[in-house]
């Protein structure tokens, strides 16, 4: 599958991710979705870190390559050219939830990302009005499945302290949908 992912050119307008053997495709965005993966992009000093939006994410262990929202890495821990970046270069993922990801985002993410070693996973919910940060990957968590030991939230409004970067999001300007 991961072969075939890998050559395949998805419509014009659509993210593919392959999550667990699954292609993924998801139509365009909502405004509110933009707006907050924006915020959080320009909440992050581009002189320390890499801040990307459609780069897919190589989580080697299960051969899956999502493509969240914004990766964020440190500078110069991506050298070469490539499709994806391997996960153990990732700093933070960002997923913004939608009425149709609420799963994949909470659940099937969380697992993957945590699987994947990405030290933090910061979930935008535009449905609930608030944030998760995820941090601490275990791929011996309790239960059996890959997880993180630490969840911090914050309502929108209210800011966010992302310790693996080193500084409090401003989430003043998140929106929800309507």
């Known amino acids: 599958m991961s072969r075939l992912f890998e050559n395949w050119e998805p419509p014009e307008g659509v993210k593919a991710e392959l999550l667990r053997g699954e292609i993924v495709l998801v139509g365009g965005q909502d405004v509110v979705h933009n707006l907050a ?5 320009n909440g992050i000093p581009d002189a320390r ?14 051969g899956s390559e999502p493509q969240p929202d914004l990766v964020v890495c440190d500078r110069g821990a991506v050298a070469g050219a490539g499709r ?3 996960a153990s270069a990732v700093t933070l993922v960002v997923e913004v939830v939608s009425r149709s990801s609420v799963d994949r985002d909470y659940r099937t993410k969380r697992h993957l990302y945590a699987e994947g070693g990405i030290p933090a996973y910061l979930i935008v919910d535009p449905l609930r009005g608030g944030c998760v940060l995820l941090s601490e990957p275990r791929t011996d968590a309790p239960g059996g499945e890959p997880d993180y030991l630490l969840e911090r939230s914050a309502g929108f409004g ?18 929800t949908y309507s």
């Open 158 to 175: 209210d800011p966010l302290p992302v310790d693996v970067l080193g500084l409090i999001l401003d989430t003043s300007e998140f929106q």
């Open 84 to 86: 994806a970046v391997p």
């Open 49 to 62: 870190w890499h801040r990307v939006t459609t780069q897919d994410v190589l989580i080697p262990s299960d």
């Open 37 to 41: 993966v924006t915020e959080v992009q």
